[in-house]
């Protein structure tokens, strides 16, 4: 069965770096979307990310662009998230889903979610 696994989140102060990883596994990155989003206590699911096929790239926030850098592994049938400079209000759940086609800023839009891990940006 389809399933996504999210991994790399943690504690990690103001400023710093951490990198997330996305192992897709029965289906391949070859020919879906695969959306990277966070979900804060209270608030609503948002999109950070997103990486097509071909490898082209979108960011669904204007915070967001220049800190945070999504890449994949066809080889490892992994994407992932590196997030730079983070700040305390970056401090969320982060879920990977498989879009049903092309990159989108909606939930509607994914059929396939991982568990999340959390992100979590204090000193």
């Known amino acids: 069965q389809v399933q996504l696994v999210e991994s790399g989140g943690g504690l990690v102060q103001p400023g710093g770096s951490l990198r997330l990883s996305c192992a897709a596994s029965?289906?391949?990155?070859?020919?879906?979307?695969i959306g990277w989003f966070r979900q804060a206590p209270g608030k609503e699911r948002e999109a950070v990310s997103c990486i097509t096929p071909s490898d082209s790239t979108a960011y669904y926030s204007d915070s967001l662009k220049g800190r945070f850098t999504i890449s994949k592994d066809s080889a490892k049938n992994t994407v992932y998230l590196q997030m730079n400079s983070l700040k305390p209000e970056d401090t969320a759940k982060y879920y990977c889903a498989r879009s049903y086609l092309y990159c989108s800023p909606y939930v509607s839009s994914y059929d396939h979610w991982g568990q999340g891990t959390q992100v979590t940006v204090s000193s």
């Open positions: 029965e289906f391949t990155l070859d020919y879906n979307a």
